[in-house]
Structures are given as C-alpha cells and as structure tokens.
T-cell receptor, first 115, second 112 residues
Framework: GAVVSQHPSRVICKSGTSVKIECRSLDFQATTMFWYRQFPKQSLMLMAT?????????EQGVEKDKFLINHASLTLSTLTVTSAHPEDSSFYIC???????????FGPGTRLTVT | RKEVEQDPGPFNVPEGATVAFNCTYSNSASQSFFWYRQDCRKEPKLLMS???SGNEDGRFTAQLNRASQYISLLIRDSKLSDSATYLC?????????????FGSGTRLSIRP
C-alpha cells in the first residue's frame, strides 16, 4: 500500500518555541493531505485540510495563525506549531489520500511534548 | 447528535469469541465508509472498506445498512492480536470532497 512518512516522530520543545512537522507521501502524489490531533484516550480530531498550492482549510476552533500549514508540493505538507504551549502537547498525525473519497494513508504520527 | 457515533466499549471477550461493533452516522448522503484499527500510541491503519453489498476478509466482515444509517464490523474467532481500538470512518460528503469523520473508537480487549 501507499506510504506516508512523518518527521520527526517525537519532539520535546520549550514553551514559546515553534515546531515544524513534515508529512510526505513517498510513492504517490497527494493533492490533499489532512492534519489530525489526538489527545490521550480521545479520538482523532481533524485540524485542517491541506491542499497543494492553496491555503489550508481549518476546522472550527483551530487557530490558523498558530498552526501554520504549507503544502508546497504534491508530496509534502508541513505543520508548524507556533509559540507552543504545554496544552499543545499531543499526537499529531497526517494523512494523504490517493484519490478523493478514497482510503486515507496515515503517517506514523509525531508526539509533541511542550515543557 | 454526533456525525459518527460508536460504542466506546471496552469490549472484553475471550479468545475465539465472536464480537460485533456497530457505528451510526447522521448524514444520509455519506458515500464512503471504512473501518480502521488503531493500536495504542500508533497511527490508524485501514482494516477494510465497507461496501453496500457487504464485504468479508478472512475473519472480518463489514456490513452497511443505508436505511438505518449504520455500519457494522464482525470479528470471528478472535485472536489476542485483535486487541486494539476500532475506528468507524465516514466520508459525509461523498466522493467529491474528502473530509472524513472518525468515530471515537471502540476498544476491544481479547483475553486468553
């Protein structure tokens, strides 16, 4: 099946700093990628939909100025958590779809801890 | 009402048992349905897509009931390795736009 990579897999940063997470589709082109966040023992929550070459679409309650998304190519989307706070500590997962409405391939996730 | 609802469980069943989960969805126009499996602290992985005609993959059977707006997953002869959280996933907008909605997941624990 299709492969999606995410980097880094784990990051610890200090409060107030910014962290960039990369999501890459390795063997297919993804016009649309998705960013999710999952807190412990909770379900995946969609944060934003990332479209190649255009602005991301953010879900209600997600601050676009805090979570910067860039989808510069058909195989790469980045999520930057700006001015991170401890409450941003979570498991961030990206996914990419090979075709609209089809299966979503998930990256392995990035565990962010803000101290 | 949530767009996708699942019984959170946990379901604790003995090895070899048959277990079934249901998931209801609110948008009758939904087109695509999936079951994903998520192990602890890992990303979700597709278990199977759900088709109108139903589909079976080994010990796993998925069914779709459009009239009642639910999908189901049946696991037969459960194994210890089946212990995981099972996520019901629905694409509420059909094939033209892909904003899939995840259920909160059903935790399954298989005991020896």
């Amino acid at each position: 099946g299709a492969v999606v990579s995410q980097h880094p897999s784990r990051v610890i940063c200090k409060s107030g700093t910014s962290v960039k997470i990369e999501c890459r589709s390795l063997d297919f082109q993804a016009t649309t990628m998705f960013w999710y966040r999952q807190f412990p023992k909770q379900s995946l929550m969609l944060m934003a939909t990332s479209n190649e070459g255009s602005k991301a679409t953010y879900e209600q309650g997600v601050e676009k100025d805090k979570f910067l998304i860039n989808h510069a190519s058909l195989t790469l989307s980045t999520l930057t958590v700006t001015s991170a706070h401890p409450e941003d500590s979570s498991f961030y997962i990206c996914s990419a779809e090979s075709e609209p409405g089809g299966e979503q391939y998930f990256g392995p996730g990035t565990r962010l801890t803000v101290t | 009402r949530k767009e996708v609802e699942q019984d959170p469980g946990p379901f604790n069943v003995p090895e070899g048992a048959t277990v079934a989960f249901n998931c209801t969805y609110s948008n009758s126009a939904s087109q695509s349905f999936f079951w994903y499996r998520q192990d602890c602290r890992k990303e979700p992985k597709l278990l199977m897509s759900v088709y109108s005609s139903g589909n079976e993959d080994g010990r796993f059977t998925a069914q779709l009931n459009r009239a009642s707006q639910y999908i189901s997953l049946l696991i037969r002869d459960s194994k210890l390795s089946d212990s995981a959280t099972y996520l019901c996933v629905v694409n509420p907008r059909g094939s033209s736009a892909s904003k899939i909605i995840f259920g909160s997941g059903t935790r399954l624990s298989i005991r020896p």
